[in-house]
C-alpha cells in the first residue's frame, strides 16, 4: 500500500478484488467480536466459577449492607450565641408505601392505635406524592411516650409501619428570623437534580432534607456535613444483625451570625402590626446587625412538608408574608435619595455647599408643576437646610442640572441598581433608571422631564430597603464599602476553626472627604433641627438620618395628597436611613414602613428605638409610637 | 391455503429474515422473563415493555420493506436533521440529571442522539458509496469531521456513553470502507498518548466513575454502589443461578436500575453462568447473520449499513453485559434487546430491519 493512495488499485479496481478486501476487514471485525465475548465470558467464568464461593458468602450468609449514616446538620447561631436553628430528636411514626397494600385502611387502622389528624393525612399523601420509591415517609412526629408504648404492643398488625428516632430541625425564634435563617424542608425532584449536576448525590444518600430557603439555603453545604458510612450484616429477611465497620460521619459547621437575636426582636416588636422592612449593618465591616421582614412566617411549619391548608393561608394572605421584603421588595427611595444626590451635586461642580436657590413651593418645568410639599416654599435653601427640611425643589432643579446619565452614573457606586451580594439568595436588582435603561425596558427614549422626579427619589427609581441600607453603611463609612454578610464566621465544630465571612472591604468610592462631611454634617442636622427632630429628641448620642416617603399611587396634578381620605393600601410608604453615632458610626440602617405615610412619622421612631438598644442598652417598653407630626417629607 | 391468505402471508414475510428475526424474538423473551423477576412481578411493566417490542417490531417489519436504494436518499436530510436537532439541544434543550438531552417541541420531547446512531452510520455509507470511485485521502478527512461534530455535541451534554457507541458505530464504518492500517495505527497511538489530555477535560463525575471502576470501595455510596452490588449479584449466581424469581440481590433491593441498564445482573444472577452462556450465544446468532448477510451485501452503501448495525449492535451488548460484570465503566447503556424501555428499543429494531431489507432486496438489486 502507498503512503497517500489508502484504497489500492484505483485505476484498475475491480470489484471482486474489492468485495475480497471488504471481507478481510469483516474478518478482522469478527475477530473482535470474539475477542470481546470471549473477554466476557472469562469474566463471569472468574466471577461465577472461581470467585463464587466469595460472592456467594457476600450475597447469601453475609449480605452486606451499605447503610449510610447522616451527619448533624449544624446549628445556627447569633452573635452572642443566642440559638437561632438546632436539632432534636424525636421519635416519628413512619410508613414505607412500597412495603404496603392498602394505604388508607392502614391508615385508619393507625389511627385507632396512635392519634392521627386529618392535618397529618394531608401531610403525609402531599409527601407520597413528592416521594421517592422505597423511602419511608413520616406520618406522625414528636410521638409521645405512651404513644410509642401503645404502638410497640400493637405492632404485629402494621407491617410496613416502624417507629425512628431522627433528628429535627427546630427554629426556636419562630417568625422572628423567618426571612434570613429561611428553612429546611423534605429534598424534592428538583433538588435531586441540582444534586446531580453538582456530583453531590453519595454525599446526600440517607439525607432527606436540604435548605430551601435564606441561610439553610445559602449555606447548604456548610451546614450540611460528610455522610458516614455503615456496612451493615443482614440476615435473609434485610434484618441488620450486626455492624461490620463504620466510618462516622462528620457534622455539619455551625454559622455564627452577625444577628443580634435581641435586635432583632426589638425591631419586630417596633414595627406592632404594619408591613415593611429593616436592615440594619455594621458599617466598618458590612455584618448586618438586624434584617427583618414584616410579616413573617413560622419555618417551624415547612420542616416536614407544609400541609395544604397552612401553606394557602400563606399565600393568599394580603400581607403576602411570603415575601423577603428586605431583600426582594423594591420601594421608591423617596428623599432618602437626596443625600447621593448632593454628594453627585458637589462632586460634579454642579452646586456648593454654600450656593442658595429661591424655593417658591414649586418648580416648573415645560408647563408641568413640580410641587413641594410645603405650600409656599421654603424660601432660601442651601445645601444644609435642603437635606434638613427636605426642599423638593432644590432637588428639582438640581436634577434638571445634573441629568439622568450623571445622576445615574453617580449613585450606581453606591450599589443602587445593582445586587449587593448578601450571603442569602433571592436579592432583586431594583431599579436604577438610566437612558440605556429606558431603552432597554421600554424601547423609548427618556425624556428630560422624567429626570425632575429621579431628584427627589420618585420616578422609575425602585431598590430593595438592603440597597438602601448598604448606601447609607457606605456613606456613614466615608465611602469604604463592604459586602453585607449575615454570616460572621462558618465554624468546623471538630477543628473549632474559624472561617471568617467577607472581612475585606469591596472597595472605596472616589468622593472627596470634604464633600462627604458636607453631608454628613446636614444629615446630623436632620435628627437634630429638622424632620427627623422629634423622633430623636433627648436621644444621648449624636445621630444623622434622613426621612423618606414613597409615593404609592399617583397624585392628580393639582391635586393634594390627603392621608385620611386615601385608601389604606394606597397611602404612602414611610421611610427612614440613619447611622450613629455620627462621628464614629456603629451602626447605618433603613427601614421601610408600608402604608404608613409620612417617614417621620412612622419609621423615625422604629429607627430610634434600634439606635437606643443598639448604643444605650434600653429596651422599650412597646412599640413605636407614630408621630402626630404635620411636618417631615 | 387459498391464495389470498398466501398472498397476505407473502405480503408480511417477503423482507423478512427468518434466522435474524427467530434470534430477536428469543432474546426478546428472555427480555420479558427476566423483566417479570426484576419489577417484583409486576405486570404492568411487563405488558408495557411487550407494547413496546411490538412497536419496535413493527418499525423492523416497515424498515425491512423499504429497499437500500431509498435508504440512501434519506441518509444525507436524516442526518442533517439529527446536526440541527442536536444543535438546538445545546441551544435550548431541557436539563434534565444536569445534562442537556432532551429537546422539547411542544407535543413531547425527543432526544436527538438517538436519532443520530442511524443517521450517522447512514450518512457515512453513503458517502462513501458515492465517491467510491475515486476514494483518497481527503474522503477519508471528510468522513472523520462527519463523526466528530455530532460525536462532540452529544459529548458536550454531557452523554459521554452515546458519545462513545456513536463515535464507534463511525469508526466501524471507517474501518470497513478500508481505512488504511498504517493511519489506523497512528490514530490509536496518539489516542493513547492524550489519554492524560482527556482525563484533563473530563467532568468530574466521569473521571469518578474510571476510578471507581478500578477501586469501586472508594465510593460504596455513589458510584462504585452499583459496580459492587451488580458484581456480586454476578458472581453469587454461580454456575446454575438461583433460580427465577429467586435471585436475593435483585430482590432484596440492592441492584440499582434493575429493570433498564442493570437487567442482566438480575439475569445473571437468576440463571448464573449457564444462562450466561446462553444468552451470549443468543446475541453471537445474531451476530453472525448480522455478518452474513454484510458479507453478501451487493453494494458498499449496503454492506457499510450492514456492517455498522452489526458492530454497533456488539457494541451495545458487550458494554452493557462489561458494565455490569464490572470490567467497563458505568455508562447508561441498556442491553439492547433485554432492558426495560422503549426508545433504545426502537432504534436498534430500525437498525435490524434495515439489515433484513439489505439480506432481501439483494436479488432485485443484483439483477
Keep these: 500500500m502507498s503512503d497517500l493512495n489508502i484504497n489500492p488499485g484505483v485505476e484498475f479496481r475491480n470489484s471482486q478484488l474489492e468485495l475480497h478486501h471488504f471481507r478481510w476487514r469483516l474478518a478482522a471485525a469478527v475477530i473482535f467480536v470474539l475477542l470481546m465475548f470471549a473477554l466476557l465470558f472469562v469474566r463471569f467464568f472468574y466471577l461465577q466459577v472461581v470467585k463464587r464461593d466469595y460472592y456467594h458468602t457476600l450475597a447469601e450468609a453475609n449480605r452486606i449492607s451499605i447503610v449510610p449514616i447522616v451527619p448533624n446538620r449544624g446549628i445556627i447561631l447569633d452573635r452572642n450565641g443566642v440559638v437561632l436553628a438546632h436539632n432534636y430528636s424525636a421519635y416519628t411514626l413512619e410508613i414505607t408505601p412500597s412495603k404496603v397494600e392498602h394505604l388508607d385502611a392502614l391508615i385508619d387502622e393507625l389511627a385507632t392505635v396512635v392519634e392521627i389528624t386529618p392535618k397529618d393525612r394531608r401531610r403525609f399523601s402531599k409527601l407520597l406524592e413528592e416521594s421517592r420509591n422505597f423511602e419511608s415517609l413520616p406520618i406522625r412526629t414528636r410521638l409521645s411516650d405512651e404513644e410509642i408504648a401503645r404502638f410497640a404492643v400493637n405492632r404485629y398488625r402494621f407491617p410496613g409501619v416502624e417507629i425512628n428516632a431522627r433528628p429535627f430541625r427546630q427554629y426556636p425564634q419562630n417568625e422572628l428570623f423567618s426571612h434570613v435563617v429561611g428553612h429546611i424542608g423534605r429534598i424534592n425532584q428538583r433538588d435531586l437534580d441540582k444534586l446531580e449536576a453538582d456530583g453531590l448525590m453519595s454525599n446526600y444518600r440517607g439525607t432527606a432534607y436540604i435548605g430551601k430557603t435564606g441561610l439553610e439555603h445559602s449555606y447548604e453545604r456548610y451546614l450540611h456535613g460528610t455522610t458516614g458510612v455503615e456496612q451493615v450484616e443482614v440476615d435473609s429477611g434485610g434484618r441488620p444483625v450486626r455492624t461490620l465497620s463504620r466510618t462516622p460521619p462528620v457534622s455539619g459547621n455551625n454559622l455564627v451570625l452577625n444577628l443580634d437575636a435581641k435586635l432583632q426582636e426589638i425591631v419586630y416588636r417596633a414595627f406592632g402590626n404594619r408591613r415593611g422592612a429593616l436592615v440594619a449593618i455594621d458599617p466598618t465591616t458590612g455584618g448586618v446587625l438586624a434584617f427583618v421582614s414584616k410579616p413573617g412566617f413560622d419555618p417551624n411549619l415547612f420542616v416536614d412538608g407544609i400541609d395544604p391548608q397552612n401553606w394557602a393561608e400563606l399565600n393568599t394572605s394580603p400581607d403576602r408574608p411570603m415575601v423577603n421584603r428586605a431583600l426582594a421588595g423594591t420601594y421608591p427611595p423617596g428623599s432618602t435619595f437626596k443625600p447621593y444626590m448632593a454628594l453627585a451635586a458637589l462632586t460634579y461642580g454642579k452646586r456648593t455647599p454654600q450656593q442658595t436657590i429661591f424655593d417658591p413651593g414649586y418648580f416648573n418645568f415645560g408647563g408641568h408643576m413640580f410641587r413641594d410639599d410645603k405650600v409656599g416654599g421654603h424660601g432660601q435653601v442651601d445645601m444644609y437646610k435642603s437635606l434638613v427640611v427636605s426642599c423638593d425643589t432644590y432637588y428639582y432643579m438640581l436634577a434638571n442640572d445634573l441629568g439622568i446619565d450623571n445622576i445615574s452614573r453617580f449613585v450606581a457606586q453606591f450599589g443602587f441598581g445593582s445586587r449587593t451580594g448578601i450571603d442569602i439568595n433571592g436579592e432583586s436588582t431594583g431599579i436604577l433608571p438610566s437612558q440605556e435603561w429606558k431603552m432597554r425596558r421600554f424601547r423609548q427614549k427618556w425624556y428630560a422631564g422624567e429626570t425632575i422626579s429621579i431628584g427627589i427619589g420618585q420616578g422609575y427609581n425602585s431598590y430593595t430597603p438592603l440597597q438602601l441600607a448598604s448606601a447609607i453603611a457606605t456613606l456613614a463609612n466615608d465611602g469604604k464599602m463592604f459586602r453585607p454578610h449575615i454570616v460572621d464566621y462558618v465554624e468546623n465544630i471538630t477543628t473549632h476553626e474559624h472561617t471568617t465571612i467577607e472581612p475585606k472591604p469591596l472597595r472605596t468610592l472616589n468622593i472627596k472627604p470634604e464633600y462627604l462631611e458636607v453631608v454628613k454634617q446636614a444629615l446630623v442636622g436632620v435628627n437634630q433641627e429638622g424632620t427627623g427632630a422629634r423622633a430623636f429628641a433627648g436621644a444621648g448620642y449624636t445621630s444623622a438620618g434622613k426621612t423618606g416617603t414613597a409615593q404609592v399611587v399617583g397624585i392628580k396634578q393639582g391635586e393634594k395628597y390627603v392621608e385620611g381620605r386615601t385608601q389604606e393600601r394606597h397611602r404612602d410608604h414611610a421611610l427612614f436611613i440613619a447611622y450613629a453615632p455620627a462621628d464614629k458610626p456603629r451602626i447605618a440602617l433603613a427601614v421601610v414602613v408600608e402604608n404608613a405615610g409620612f417617614g417621620a412619622q412612622a419609621a423615625a421612631p422604629i429607627a430610634r428605638q434600634v439606635l437606643d438598644y443598639y448604643l444605650l442598652g434600653k429596651v422599650p417598653a412597646e412599640p413605636a409610637k407614630e408621630i402626630d407630626s404635620d411636618s417631615g417629607n | ?367
Design chain 2, 1 to 367: 391455503m387459498t391464495p389470498a391468505i398466501r398472498r397476505v402471508t407473502r405480503f408480511f414475510t417477503a423482507h423478512i429474515d427468518g434466522l435474524l428475526l427467530g434470534a430477536i424474538l428469543l432474546l426478546m423473551a428472555a427480555g420479558l422473563i427476566v423483566l417479570y423477576s426484576a419489577s417484583n412481578a409486576s405486570l404492568p411493566r411487563v405488558s408495557t415493555q411487550l407494547m413496546n417490542m411490538l412497536v419496535a417490531l413493527a418499525v423492523m417489519w416497515v424498515f425491512a420493506n423499504i429497499p437500500p436504494h431509498y435508504l440512501t436518499r434519506l441518509a444525507l436530510p436524516l442526518f442533517v436533521l439529527g446536526l440541527v436537532l442536536l444543535i438546538a439541544v445545546a441551544l435550548f434543550g431541557d436539563v434534565a440529571n444536569g445534562a442537556r438531552r432532551w429537546l422539547n417541541i411542544g407535543v413531547t420531547r425527543i432526544q436527538p442522539s438517538e436519532l443520530m446512531k442511524i443517521a450517522l452510520p447512514l450518512m457515512l455509507a453513503w458517502y462513501f458509496d458515492r465517491y467510491e470511485a475515486t476514494l483518497r485521502l481527503k474522503n477519508y478527512l471528510i468522513a472523520v469531521i462527519f463523526v466528530v461534530v455530532p460525536v462532540g455535541l452529544i459529548a458536550r451534554q454531557p452523554d459521554l456513553g452515546t458519545a462513545a457507541l456513536i463515535f464507534s458505530s463511525g469508526c466501524y464504518v471507517l474501518f470497513l470502507a478500508g481505512l488504511s492500517w498504517r493511519i489506523i495505527a497512528g490514530v490509536t497511538v496518539a489516542g493513547l498518548t492524550s489519554l492524560p489530555f482527556l482525563w484533563s477535560v473530563m467532568h468530574d463525575y466521569q473521571r469518578q466513575r474510571i476510578l471507581t471502576l478500578l477501586d469501586p470501595a472508594q465510593d460504596p455510596l455513589g458510584t462504585g454502589y452499583h459496580t459492587i452490588q451488580s458484581t456480586i449479584a454476578v458472581g453469587s449466581g454461580g454456575i446454575f443461578g438461583k433460580g427465577w424469581l429467586n435471585g436475593t440481590q435483585t430482590h432484596l433491593d440492592f441492584i440499582p436500575e434493575r429493570t433498564t441498564d442493570f437487567i442482566f445482573a438480575v439475569y445473571s444472577e437468576e440463571f448464573g453462568l449457564i444462562g450466561n452462556s446462553i444468552l451470549l450465544f443468543l446475541f453471537l446468532l445474531v451476530i453472525a447473520r448480522g455478518v452474513v448477510i454484510t458479507a453478501n451485501a451487493p453494494t458498499l452503501f449496503t454492506r457499510l449499513m450492514a456492517g455498522a448495525v452489526t458492530l454497533t449492535f456488539v457494541t451495545y451488548a458487550f458494554v452493557n453485559m462489561g458494565m455490569v460484570s464490572g470490567i467497563l465503566p458505568v455508562v447508561g447503556v441498556p442491553l439492547p434487546l433485554i432492558s426495560y424501555g422503549g426508545t433504545s428499543l426502537v432504534t436498534i429494531c430500525l437498525g435490524f430491519g434495515i439489515l433484513m431489507s439489505i439480506q432481501t432486496h439483494k436479488k432485485l438489486v443484483q439483477t
